[in-house]
């Protein structure tokens, strides 16, 4: 009793906490150990979304400018018109389905391709492809190569040359051979060289491009159907941009690899990863926009008015990468338009 007695007498700043007070007290701090955390947690989660938005912007960078370059080199010194290939050969390439007829495609500066690829991470996605052609300004110290004549070798066209193509020429690059009388341009792949004279184009190349001095009709060679003939040649560029099933955009580039044989002629190079859609809008000379001036690639005539192509709007968006942070998570859509005045000045 007298103990009780000498609590109560203690003056205030002596006494300890009453229950409710500490009760209170432990309420308080929790309220402010939330919003402290909460504040963190608003913090990483802004921290997160900007690095992963500032690499999906690099990546996105990195993409448009070999697309932005691509398109710019497209048809640059090729050819007003395009160049003659193997029915279909332009199929696979863009993965579209064969055309009706059985006529030679035109290969031209730029090729597209319209929702023709399935994405599998994102449901019924479908994306573009597109191609692009250009003159290699590098071959033959960025002079022409002349070819004097043709002959059939069995199923394989050589052609030769007055200049010595050692060093110049080699296996597995793909050309454009113009002829002399101004009829056709034939797309061809060399598979070997005969001597420092004369190259050698046979079917069943890695690409499928060349087609045989013994074939019938559209599926002869043109450098060899009307008898021997001359011109001449350039080295040209492929490339092809699409995006693979798991959401990575690519650039392929088709033959020209030296060094590497025939079953290595394709190579590819992952651009960017978390694509959802890539789209490609194409305006032409008459000022109308449409998804593909090709028409599904359908027909000489089709694939001729990818030759009206005055710009291009590539339209790229990426899902951001799931890093296992908190962080927001709404898609990136990055677009540029792009001009193809080289179209308007390829040769032929």
């Not at 690519?250 to 960017?272: A, H």
Request: net charge negative; glycine share 8%.
């Amino acid at each position: 009793m007298m103990r009780i007695n000498q609590i109560k007498n203690l003056p205030d700043e002596e006494k300890g906490f009453t229950l409710i007070e500490l009760m209170v007290s432990m309420v308080v701090f929790l309220i402010a150990i939330a919003a402290v955390f909460a504040v963190m947690r608003f913090a990483t989660l802004q921290s997160n979304t900007i690095n992963t938005r500032t690499d999906a912007l690099k990546g996105a960078k990195i993409a448009l400018n070999y697309v932005r370059r691509d398109a710019i080199n497209a048809g640059l010194g090729f050819n007003k018109v395009g160049g003659l290939i193997t029915d279909d050969f332009i199929s696979p390439l863009l993965n579209i389905p064969p055309d009706p007829d059985v006529e030679r495609d035109f290969l031209t500066g730029i090729m597209a391709a319209n929702n023709v690829n399935s994405n599998s991470l994102y449901g019924s996605v479908k994306t573009d492809s597109i191609a692009f052609v250009s003159r290699d300004l590098n071959f033959n110290n960025k002079n022409l190569l002349n070819f004097s004549n043709t002959s059939k070798v069995g199923d394989s066209v050589e052609v030769q040359t007055p200049q010595s193509i050692e060093n110049i020429v080699q296996p597995n690059d793909l050309y454009l051979f113009e002829l002399s009388s101004g009829t056709s341009q034939i797309v061809g792949m060399v598979t070997s060289l005969t001597d420092n004279n004369t190259l050698k184009l046979s079917p069943g190349d890695s690409l499928n491009v060349n087609q045989s001095a013994n074939g019938i009709d559209s599926g002869q060679s043109l450098l060899v159907s009307s008898g021997s003939v001359s011109g001449t040649i350039k080295k040209i560029n492929l490339v092809c941009y699409s995006v693979t099933e798991d959401g990575i955009l690519v650039r392929k580039t088709f033959g020209n690899q030296t060094g590497k044989d025939s079953n290595n002629q394709i190579e590819v190079r992952e651009l960017i990863f978390g694509v959802k859609d890539f789209q490609v809008t194409y305006l032409l000379d008459d000022g109308t926009t449409t998804d593909d001036p090709s028409n599904g690639n359908n027909g000489q005539e089709n694939q001729k008015r990818m030759n009206q192509v005055v710009e291009i709007q590539v339209s790229i968006t990426v899902v951001q990468e799931d890093t296992g942070l908190p962080q927001a998570s709404e898609p990136i859509t990055f677009k540029e338009i792009i001009s193809t005045r080289n179209l308007r000045y390829s040769e032929g």
